[in-house]
């Protein structure tokens, strides 16, 4: 069973710069997909971006790339998604999510979840 916990949101104003946190235990993570979501308010779930642990393969929605970079630190079982030139529609609730298996961007596809971290971006 693996544990995700989210930290690093805040406050921020536009174009600024925030960098969350996952932190993964109960296993290796080496056969894992891990990625990231948001939920704006009234909104459903969407998909941000993605890792292969193993290989380091990324993955991006449009609307971030260029702006969010995703990492992983193997000896910390650590995910991070650094968050530049933040703008007020990328306020959200912020997921950390895992899979066995390789990248996909449906949030159904992913079995464990973290407990969130709120985004916040003023203009």
């Known amino acids: 069973q693996v544990q995700l916990v989210e930290s690093g949101g805040g406050l921020v104003q536009a174009g600024g710069s925030l960098r969350l946190s996952c932190a993964a235990s109960?296993?290796?993570?080496?056969?894992?997909?891990m990625g990231w979501f948001r939920q704006a308010p009234g909104k459903e779930r969407e998909f941000v971006a993605a890792?292969?642990?193993?290989?380091?393969?990324?993955y991006y929605t449009d609307s971030v790339k260029g702006r969010f970079t995703i990492s992983r630190d193997n000896a910390k079982n650590t995910v991070y998604l650094q968050m530049n030139s933040l703008k007020p529609e990328d306020t959200a609730v912020y997921y950390c999510?895992?899979?066995?298996?390789?990248?996909?961007?449906?949030?159904?596809?992913?079995?464990?979840w973290g407990q969130g971290t709120q985004v916040t971006v003023s203009s």
């Open positions: 109960g296993g290796s993570l080496s056969s894992f997909a």
């Open positions: 890792i292969r642990w193993s290989s380091g393969t990324t």
């Open positions: 999510a895992a899979r066995v298996g390789s990248i996909v961007v449906a949030t159904t596809r992913y079995a464990y």
